[in-house]
T-cell receptor, first 111, second 116 residues
Framework: QKEVEQDPGPLSVPEGAIVSLNCTYSNSAFQYFMWYRQYSRKGPELLMYTYSSGNKEDGRFTAQVDKSSKYISLFIRDSQPSDSATYLCAIPMDSNYQLIWGAGTKLIIKP | NAGVMQNPRHLVRRRGQEARLRCSPMKGHSHVYWYRQLPEEGLKFMVYLQKENIIDESGMPKERFSAEFPKEGPSILRIQQVVRGDSAAYFC??????????????FGQGTRLTVV
């Protein structure tokens, strides 16, 4: 079993829809959770960084952690074509620079 | 600030040749990390360096791979005697302090290595 699992998609939704992107993880000791966005042929950029359980909101983006289910989610409200990208979840191991990454979900927002 | 600069963007090497990948961190950043991304897979940590020091190379293959971050100039990831399995995107990130959880930590655009 991989330490972090993520559905590769692609996930295609119409503009304006609410998008839900998810990852599951296996190690209950993980405390920090990160979401990155990666445009085609670009490097990943950090979107959200959350600690433990609960929700964190930043503009149209909400990150949610459910530690009891080992499930993390990223919601995008009022999705835009410019949100079309691959979204990767990442979890720091013991150090804060060794990240375990999901394979990424490719998101397509149709105008 | 030009961001994290990686070059070349694309590199083609024949099996057995050497590949040299460069990463110039953002101005003011002294922490550099190298990651590798295989097709359809997540990124994998390779090495963490500070100026003139390798801090953690636990993710780097023991043979053929080496990394440095000299006092002057960019960080270099060197792959000797490349094989087809080395074909991947190699990303460099830099940060002002240790760790990638900073909003000021950034990734470069990557070098896509193709071994033919």
């Amino acid at each position: 079993q991989k330490e972090v699992e993520q559905d590769p998609g692609p996930l295609s939704v119409p503009e304006g829809a609410i998008v839900s992107l998810n990852c599951t993880y296996s190690n209950s000791a993980f405390q920090y959770f990160m979401w990155y966005r990666q445009y085609s042929r670009k490097g990943p950029e950090l979107l959200m960084y959350t600690y433990s359980s609960g929700n964190k909101e930043d503009g149209r983006f909400t990150a949610q952690v459910d530690k009891s289910s080992k499930y993390i989610s990223l919601f995008i409200r009022d999705s835009q074509p410019s949100d079309s990208a691959t979204y990767l979840c990442a979890i720091p191991m013991d150090s804060n620079y060794q990240l375990i990454w999901g394979a990424g979900t490719k998101l397509i927002i149709k105008p | 600030n030009a961001g994290v600069m990686q070059n070349p963007r694309h590199l083609v090497r024949r099996r057995g040749q050497e590949a040299r990948l460069r990463c110039s961190p953002m101005k003011g950043h002294s922490h550099v990390y190298w990651y590798r991304q295989l097709p359809e897979e997540g990124l994998k940590f390779m090495v963490y360096l500070q100026k003139e020091n390798i801090i953690d190379e636990s993710g780097m293959p023991k043979e053929r791979f080496s990394a440095e971050f000299p006092k002057e100039g960019p960080s270099i990831l060197r792959i000797q005697q490349v094989v087809r399995g080395d074909s991947a995107a190699y990303f460099c990130a830099s940060s002002p302090g240790q760790g990638l959880g900073y909003t000021e930590a950034f990734f470069g655009q990557g070098t896509r290595l193709t071994v033919v």
